[in-house]
């Protein structure tokens, strides 16, 4: 079955950081590009950020921009985002998906959504 599973959430103080992970079971993610989304309590579920299976990076949200990067490690078949100078209102439930080989703008090119990993901002 393949599955992406999101760990690594939980609560962080306005200002800190945090790096969740989304590992891939049951197929490679070197072919794929993983997009990492955000759904806040009450708003529709958005991108973040996005890196292609040739590295490159899209931006989904302009506000995340200089605070949290996206990397993946082949390898370990594994895709992080580090989020630092965290914010109240990135609180939400993270998400990460998979697209073939590049990344897209559009939430229904990808697939195999993992169960999400919370984050909460707050003091």
């Known amino acids: 079955q393949l599955q992406l599973v999101e760990s690594g959430g939980g609560l962080v103080q306005p200002g800190g950081s945090l790096k969740i992970s989304c590992a891939a079971s049951g197929f490679t993610l070197d072919g794929y590009a993983i997009g990492w989304f955000r759904q806040a309590p009450g708003k529709e579920r958005a991108g973040v950020l996005c890196?292609?299976?040739?590295?490159?990076?899209?931006i989904g949200a302009s506000s995340v921009k200089g605070r949290f990067t996206i990397s993946r490690d082949n390898a370990k078949n594994t895709v992080y985002l580090q989020m630092n100078s965290l914010k109240p209102e990135d609180t939400a439930v993270y998400y990460c998906?998979?697209?073939?080989?590049?990344?897209?703008?559009?939430?229904?090119?990808?697939?195999?959504w993992g169960q999400g990993t919370e984050v909460v901002v707050s003091s």
């Open positions: 890196i292609s299976s040739n590295g490159g990076i899209l």
């Open positions: 998906a998979a697209a073939q080989h590049s990344c897209s703008g559009y939430v229904s090119e990808y697939h195999h």
